[in-house]
Every structure is written in C-alpha cells, then in structure tokens.
C-alpha cells in the first residue's frame, strides 16, 4: 500500500476560495456571485481583490443563476456561490433551463455539501446533488477530495466551456494531495495500485478509502484505490481498465445511495462488464445534527464501513 | 383619419405581415400561442425595425449592440417571425416551426444555434435575471448598449421576477428595459381572477424602478415610448414599461379571451383570420 502523509488539515472550502483569487488574477474574464455566503463561501478574498467583479445577490439563489447565465451569454466565467443545497435543489430549475439547456459557462461552486456540514441538520446536508446534477445533459460534476486539490479544479474549470458544478465542503480535512498540482476534468487519479478489490471514492470519501486500503493490507487484501473526482463525464476507461484486473467493486461517497457515484459506476458495469459491487453511501435516508466525524459514523460512511463492504463482497464471491 | 407617418405606417405593414406569419406557424403546427404572440407583434416590430441597434450576421455574445431576451418564451413565434423578416434567417425557416428535426423549437432555444436567440425561455420567471446578467455584463465591458427583456403579466407571479427587480433596483442596473405584456390574460382566465396583481406600477415603483406605460397595440405609441424609455437609461435606477395590449389583437375572435392563449386556428378560423391581416411583405 502506498503511503500517504497528512500534509495539512484544511477545508475544502478554502481551497475553492484560494483557486478562485488565483484564477481570477490570471483570467479578467472570471467573476464571482454570492447569495449572502461570502464568508462561508471563503470569497472575501475575491471580492475584497476585485470588487467590480464581485457581485452579492443576496438571498436570492434562482436570480443568481440567471444573473449568472446572462453574464456568460456576454462572455464573463461567473462562479456563483452558495450552500449545496442551495446551489441545485432550490434552483434547479433555473440551472436546467437557463444554464444547462442553454449552454451557458457558469461555474456553480457549492460549498457545505452532505453530511459534514454538521451541527446545522438536515434541511442543509445535501445528499442528492450529485444525482440532481448529472442528470442534466451538458453539465460536468466534479467533486474533489481535499483542499489542495479543490483549490486545483477551481482554477481548472475556468479553461473549460460549458457549466460545472463544483462540490466541495465546509469541515477541515487532511490534505494529502500534492499543491499545485494539474487539475484534468474527467481524470480517475489512481492512488494505490491493488489486484484484489477496486476501491472508487469520491470527496471526503478518498481519504477513508486510503485509511480503508492500509487497513486491508494489514489483512493481505491488495486494494487498487481510485478517486474519481469527476462524475461526470465518468472516466469510464480507468474504470473498467481497473475492474477488469479485481473484478471486485466498492465505491464510497459522502451522498445518497440513489444517484451518487456508485450509481454511475453500477451503471456503467452492469452495461459493460457485470461485476459484484458493495456500495458505501447513505441509505435514503435524511441526515441530522450532529458533529462531522459522529454523523460520519452514524451513517456508515467511514475506513470501515469500507472495509466491511470488501470483507463482505470477497466472502460473497468466493 | 389624420395620415399616417410614413415610418409608422411602414411598421404597421411590417407587423401586418408578422400577424400572418403567426396564425400560419400555429395553424400549421397544429398548436403554439397565438394570442400573446399577436398581442405583443407591434412592440416586436417596432424593436427590430427601428428601435434596437443590432448586427447582423449574428453574434451571440451581443458586445457592442443592444440585446433582446423573451421571458415568456411561449409567444416565440412574434418572435420568430420578426427574427426572419428582420433577415436574422430565411423566412422559409418559419414553416419548421415546433416540427421534428427544427431550429424553432415550441419555447426558444439555443441548441440547434437559431440566429437571434441567446437563452432558452419557457419556464416563466428567468428572463429578466438573465438580462440583468447580460446588462452588468456590459458595464465591465464598458459597452454603453442597452438591453431589453419582454416579461408576461401572468408571469408576474413567479418569486424569481421579484428578486431580479430587487437586484437591479439595488445594483443600479440602469441599462435594462423591462417590457411587461399586460394583457391581463392567462391560461386558467383573467389575470384578475386567476392572481391578481394589484396595482403593478406601484408594485414596480417600490421596488425602485422607473415605470412607464403604454399602449402596446399603437405603433406610433409604441415608437414613442421606447425611444423615451431609452432617454431614462443611465440614470441609476432601471427602468420598466407597462405595455398594455389586446391578447389576440389585429385577429377579432381571438381578442380579449384567454381561450387563444395557447390553442391553434383550424382551417376556418386560419382562413377568417388571414382575411383580416394584409399580406405585405408575401407568406413564407
């Protein structure tokens, strides 16, 4: 098993609000809009740098994404900023037809998402964003595991036409990806090369997989490691590349079981390569109140949860 | 009968033309709305034939002109024709509408690149955001072009319209025409009944907009107002025009009833309609 250090311990969030100045100064064309978040949304660096380009919209999330829309027809990279739960149930309508159907460049930047948000409950843990999402033809879902490599797809998705919805989140971290590396929308990222189980996290989920992987090498079990930051468009080749080897599935992530990654992925196999899987996610469930790391544990989203799911399927196979 | 100006009555065959264009696209799909499209043909008219400065061939960027968005997106087909007849594309075109494999799709698009249209509408309440957003636009690009979006009375009652009219009072979006379609008809009956909106001038004036208004089925009235309606521009405060029209209007039985709001002529009524509306510039 490859080992990964702890570089740092950061929010997700930051890195976006660090990737967003960077960007910004490189590209005049970048600006940014709030729905009364900027602190949350740790764009106050962006806003206190480039203040003609910053916009506060207030508690107003649909008028943003139309705001938005309409800034991109003209030639600007908006981001828009607010919760999760606001950046896509709230106004998914205005996304569908005025962003997606419509072509429009907006970078929608969604912070606070699942569970980790925390003590606030569940009115404000989206768990089905990701499914919301990639549903809508033309948009590209990315959700990166820890800060440096959020700050990374921040910069990234700038170069790239069309809308993204980025999925980041509000609790410190480990930070165990390199800084300044090169963000490839669609790119699996291979962490641990392993020949007995396929382990494909996503967010928060990558670091637990990592944990989870050491914790079977102990037991003899050679996990191949996988993050796929990008759901959508799914990296399908290092998918089936990988599962071809194992021939043995997990997947892990910080959402509902019903539209999640492992979702995509069952989909995927059960169409190309038909292969016993286990799935680490929540089970059409609402979340609730509570500190990160117990709602975490509540919900079986952890190392071992994990673990269990490759001991149970392995068991099941043989 | 005082005689017409020369200009206003070259806009009046032109909308003649329009109001054909539109009851021959609804007969011939066999559905769309007839009645907001005949209701708002002049002020389409007046702002692709006199008012709005645009380029063609087109750009969807709309630096350096005056850019149009259609909020209700149901009455595309005014919007179509005037696209056509303005030379945005063929006229031929027009007889694709809401047809299998067609570029006039029933609510506006922007994925088969129809010329002249830069979002989709249909879904009510967007468009004046979107026109906020291509306005700020603007302004960082430091373009000094104006930008109109055409709204529905009915659709006054979405929550999103009252955000943006917030924002843009707020952020000082004084490049921005707002036009309200008051016909004061909607699907389920009169807007009155259905939900009313009081008095909407004042509605606008407290959310801190200039308002005006119009009668919308008056050429010249029309031509009038939005030429003084662009003098209120860069004045720190957006500025909206109530345009009172006649659902239907220029077709007599389908005036003043919501039953046309969004129900295509047979043969007959085709045939009684286009006898009512010159043939000016020759049908598609």
Same mark, same amino acid.
């Given at each position: 098993?490859?080992?990964?250090?702890?570089?740092?311990?950061?929010?997700?969030?930051?890195?976006?609000?660090?990737?967003?100045?960077?960007?910004?100064?490189?590209?005049?064309?970048?600006?940014?809009?709030?729905?009364?978040? !900027?602190?949350?949304?740790?764009?106050?660096?962006?806003?206190?740098?480039?203040?003609?380009?910053?916009?506060?919209?207030?508690?107003?999330?649909?008028?943003?994404?139309?705001?938005?829309?309409?800034?991109?027809?003209?030639?600007?990279?908006?981001?828009?900023?607010?919760?999760?739960?606001?950046?896509?149930?709230?106004?998914?309508?205005?996304?569908?037809?005025?962003?997606?159907?419509?072509?429009?460049?907006?970078?929608?930047?969604?912070?606070?998402?699942?569970?980790?948000?925390?003590?606030?409950?569940?009115?404000?843990?989206?768990?089905?964003?990701?499914?919301?999402?990639?549903?809508?033809?033309?948009?590209?879902?990315? @959700?990166?595991?820890?800060?440096?490599? !959020?700050?990374?797809?921040?910069?990234?998705?700038?170069?790239?036409?069309?809308?993204?919805?980025?999925?980041?989140? %509000?609790?410190?971290?480990?930070?165990?990806?390199?800084?300044?590396?090169?963000?490839?929308?669609?790119?699996?990222?291979?962490?641990?090369?392993?020949?007995?189980?396929?382990?494909?996290?996503?967010?928060?989920?990558?670091?637990?997989?990592?944990?989870?992987?050491?914790?079977?090498?102990?037991?003899?079990?050679?996990?191949?490691?996988? @993050?796929?930051?990008?759901?959508?468009?799914?990296?399908?080749?290092?998918?089936?590349?990988?599962?071809?080897?194992? %021939?043995? +599935?997990?997947?892990?992530?910080?959402?509902?079981? @019903?539209?999640?990654?492992?979702?995509?992925?069952?989909?995927?196999?059960?169409?190309?390569?038909?292969?016993?899987?286990?799935?680490?996610?929540?089970?059409?469930?609402?979340?609730?109140?509570?500190?990160?790391?117990?709602?975490?544990?509540?919900?079986?989203?952890?190392?071992?949860?994990?673990?269990?799911? +490759?001991?149970?399927?392995?068991?099941?196979?043989? | 009968?005082?005689?017409?100006?020369?200009?206003?009555?070259? $806009?009046?065959?032109?909308?003649?033309?329009?109001?054909?264009?539109?009851?021959?696209?609804?007969?011939?799909?066999?559905?769309?709305?007839?009645?907001?499209?005949?209701?708002?043909?002049?002020?389409?008219?007046?702002?692709?034939?006199?008012?709005?400065?645009?380029?063609?061939?087109?750009?969807?960027?709309? *630096?350096?002109?005056?850019?149009?968005?259609?909020?209700?997106?149901?009455?595309?087909?005014?919007?179509?024709?005037?696209?056509?007849?303005?030379?945005?594309?063929?006229?031929?075109?027009?007889?694709?509408?809401?047809?299998?494999?067609?570029?006039?799709?029933?609510?506006?698009?922007?994925?088969?690149? $129809?010329?002249?249209?830069?979002?989709?509408?249909?879904?009510?309440?967007?468009?004046?955001?979107?026109?906020?957003?291509?306005?700020?636009?603007?302004?960082?690009?430091?373009?000094?072009? $104006?930008?109109?979006?055409?709204?529905?009375?009915?659709? *006054?009652?979405?929550? /999103?319209?009252?955000?943006?009219?917030?924002?843009?009072?707020?952020?000082?979006?004084? #490049?921005?025409?707002?036009?309200?379609?008051? #016909?004061? /008809? =909607?699907?389920?009956?009169?807007?009155?009944?259905?939900?009313?909106?009081?008095?909407?001038?004042?509605?606008?004036?407290?959310?801190?907009?200039?308002?005006?208004?119009?009668?919308? #089925?008056?050429?010249?009235?029309?031509?009038?107002?939005?030429?003084?309606?662009?003098?209120?521009?860069?004045? *720190?405060?957006?500025?909206?025009?109530?345009?009172?029209?006649?659902?239907?209007?220029?077709?007599?039985?389908?005036?003043?009833?919501?039953?046309?709001?969004?129900?295509?002529?047979?043969?007959? =009524?085709?045939?009684?309609? $286009?006898? =009512?509306?010159?043939?000016?510039?020759?049908?598609?």
């Amino acid at each position: 098993m490859k080992k990964y250090t702890i570089l740092d311990r950061k929010d997700t969030r930051s890195g976006f609000g660090a990737g967003l100045l960077e960007v910004a100064q490189k590209n005049d064309q970048v600006v940014a809009l709030c729905a009364d978040l !900027t602190s949350s949304l740790k764009m106050d660096a962006f806003q206190k740098r480039f203040p003609h380009r910053f916009f506060q919209v207030g508690i107003a999330e649909a008028n943003m994404m139309g705001i938005a829309a309409g800034m991109a027809i003209s030639g600007k990279i908006p981001y828009t900023g607010t919760f999760a739960n606001f950046s896509t149930g709230r106004v998914y309508d205005q996304i569908r037809q005025s962003i997606a159907y419509s072509h429009a460049n907006v970078k929608i930047c969604a912070s606070h998402a699942g569970l980790t948000l925390g003590e606030d409950g569940a009115t404000h843990q989206i768990l089905e964003d990701i499914g919301m999402m990639k549903m809508l033809p033309h948009m590209t879902v990315i @959700n990166p595991c820890d800060y440096n490599q !959020t700050k990374a797809a921040t910069i990234a998705i700038a170069d790239y036409q069309g809308a993204v919805y980025l999925r980041f989140g %509000r609790p410190v971290m480990p930070v165990f990806t390199p800084p300044d590396q090169v963000f490839e929308i669609g790119k699996a990222l291979l962490l641990n090369e392993g020949t007995d189980v396929s382990i494909f996290a996503t967010g928060h989920l990558v670091w637990e997989a990592i944990k989870a992987g050491e914790i079977l090498a102990e037991q003899g079990i050679s996990a191949e490691i996988i @993050n796929i930051h990008t759901i959508k468009p799914l990296d399908t080749e290092a998918i089936l590349q990988s599962v071809q080897k194992t %021939r043995l +599935v997990v997947t892990a992530e910080e959402h509902q079981l @019903n539209g999640g990654l492992g979702d995509s992925i069952a989909q995927l196999l059960a169409q190309n390569l038909p292969t016993r899987m286990a799935m680490v996610a929540v089970q059409d469930r609402f979340g609730e109140s509570g500190k990160p790391e117990e709602l975490m544990q509540k919900y079986g989203l952890t190392a071992a949860n994990i673990v269990e799911k +490759v001991l149970t399927i392995r068991k099941s196979k043989s | 009968m005082a005689i017409e100006d020369p200009e206003i009555s070259r $806009l009046n065959k032109i909308a003649s033309q329009v109001r054909r264009d539109i009851v021959r696209m609804v007969h011939g799909a066999g559905s769309g709305h007839p009645g907001g499209s005949l209701g708002c043909a002049d002020l389409m008219v007046a702002l692709y034939f006199k008012i709005l400065r645009y380029k063609l061939p087109f750009n969807k960027t709309g *630096q350096g002109e005056d850019m149009f968005f259609l909020s209700n997106g149901h009455i595309s087909p005014v919007w179509y024709s005037v696209l056509a007849r303005a030379g945005f594309f063929d006229v031929k075109e027009l007889a694709t509408f809401r047809k299998i494999n067609s570029r006039l799709q029933g609510h506006p698009a922007t994925h088969e690149g $129809l010329e002249g249209i830069r979002i989709a509408s249909g879904s009510l309440g967007q468009g004046l955001s979107v026109a906020i957003g291509a306005a700020q636009a603007k302004k960082l690009n430091q373009d000094n072009h $104006l930008v109109y979006v055409l709204m529905g009375d009915g659709e *006054q009652q979405e929550g /999103q319209i009252w955000e943006a009219a917030m924002y843009a009072a707020h952020h000082e979006v004084d #490049n921005l025409i707002g036009i309200i379609d008051v #016909n004061g /008809q =909607q699907i389920d009956g009169p807007v009155e009944q259905v939900m009313s909106l009081k008095d909407l001038g004042a509605k606008w004036r407290a959310f801190g907009w200039r308002v005006l208004e119009m009668r919308g #089925n008056d050429m010249e009235e029309v031509v009038k107002s939005l030429i003084h309606a662009r003098g209120l521009t860069s004045r *720190q405060q957006p500025v909206v025009i109530l345009m009172h029209t006649t659902m239907g209007y220029g077709v007599d039985f389908m005036m003043n009833s919501h039953k046309w709001h969004g129900t295509a002529p047979n043969d007959e =009524q085709l045939a009684r309609a $286009l006898a =009512q509306l010159e043939e000016t510039l020759g049908d598609y």
